[in-house]
């Protein structure tokens, strides 16, 4: 058995291994991105890139699944590092988040997918890229009002923001409003189809290439062109560490004293839901991507993750989720094996290690650019248009979560405009359960799915609207389960139809569901 899978891993070594390669080159400014988006030290999304790749990619029943810091979640830990006042303690909500991943796993709650509408979803998603657009927005003009060094914490709403983008375009500097145009051509261009073409287009992925011209241009500036050159401040400062002493000082630990805070569980529960609903999101895109055709099993999956979140808090990392850019990027650049994550976390490592120095070179701007790429791809106006085309149902609860997430508090905003769309969902489902639709021969009042007492009101409002003199079929052949409410009120109905000269049949029912009814069809 065990020479079975080492066969099968050695049969896609040297492909797996160039795509791990690819994932990291893809991976690398995202971290960094990530953890200045969510406010949190620059390292910390280095931590969580590092344990997604070298740890969850072993735990995982996906194959080609890559994890890491998400940016579904820099939302929830901007907020949560300004509600608790510290990165320390705000490290003790993502422990507990990965306690409560590994019992939903053994708990086999891997179907809680399928119980978030998909409306509300993409509202949150959407949401979120809208405040990263907004969050970004001053970084990519070189304001720095809100940043210091990598202990940045941004600690206003996204609705207080917009006053730090009109501040920022009166203060902005010159160079890294350069460097973001530039790295948001390039993101934009790398993605045409005429560029796609190249080969080696496709094996350099947008994000680096946006990195490298970062690092170019500020050099070029520094040589020759002092008043462009982007300052320090806007640059990625890392911790240097000179020996693996050093190295293991820059791991910040959890503050076991916040225990006694309940925003701590409050928070921990929303890091572990929201982290696991992406989680498992993201596996079903994989699974659809994946050649090979293989289903990833998603308690295994949550297990995984659990594991994950629990040692990236433990040793000062992000959340960690699995997530969709780096598993179809790890697909596209032929990785077919577990081997290419693996590989990817291996390489951050090293370049935490060697290369700290060249990655102090990369300027804010850039990651900025690559952040607005990233909120713009998950807020797309196409999306708005194609939700408002699918009908008031769908674009209702997916309008009030961006809203109400942008207008809030967006921790709780979050969990608010899950339960406002689950809301939505069920008056659809209300308004559904029970039909009335008028032919020229008689009306037909269906029953349909599950019927409730909860529908009493519908069907009484819907049984008035029946004209005197006519026929009404009541057909209950699409419903499983009828109420005794509902049959009580058909009753009543039936006693009184007579005086209205409304003769009534019944479809689908039992001989002795409703007494006094005419069975037949119309």
Known sequence: MIHKHIDYYKRYIKTDIAAGLVVFLVALPLCLGIAMASGAPLFSGIIAGIIGGVVVSWLSGSQLSVSGPAAGLTVIILNAIEQLGSYSGFLVCVTLAGVIQILLGYLRAGVIGAFFPSAVIKGMLSAIGLILIIKQLPHAVGYDKHFE??????????????????????????????????????????????????????????????????????????????????????????????????????????????????????????????????????????????????????????KAQGVGNMLSGLIGGLPITAVVVRSSANINAGGRTRIASFVHGIFLLLSILFITQILNMIPLACLAAILLQTGYKLAKPQLFQAMYQQGWNQFLPFIFTVVIILTTDLLQGVVIGIIIGLLFVMKSNYLESITLESGSEYDTLSLNKDVSFLNKALLRKLLNRVQENSTLVIDASKAQFIDHDIKETLVDFLKTAADDNITVKMCGFDEHQVPGAKHGGG
Request: proline fraction near 5%; charge should be negative.
């Open 149 to 302: 060094a990598d202990d940045s914490y941004m600690d206003e709403t996204a609705a207080e923001s917009f006053q730090d983008i009109f501040d920022a375009f009166s203060f902005m500097s010159p160079g890294a409003a350069l460097i973001t145009l530039g790295a948001i051509l390039i993101l934009i261009l790398w993605e045409t189809r005429l560029l796609q073409r190249i080969s080696l287009v496709k094996l350099m992925p947008g994000q680096l290439v946006a990195v490298i011209w970062g690092i170019g241009f500020n050099a070029i500036a520094l040589e020759w062109f002092p008043d462009l050159a982007v300052t320090s401040s806007h640059l990625v400062s890392l911790p240097i560490s000179e020996n693996l002493s050093d190295f293991a000082d820059l791991f910040i630990l959890p503050d076991f004293s916040f225990l006694n805070q309940p925003e701590v569980y409050t928070i921990a529960i929303t890091l572990a839901i929201i982290g696991s609903l992406e989680t498992l999101l993201s596996l079903e895109a994989v699974d659809k991507l994946d050649p090979l055709k293989r289903i990833a099993p998603t308690n295994r999956e949550l």
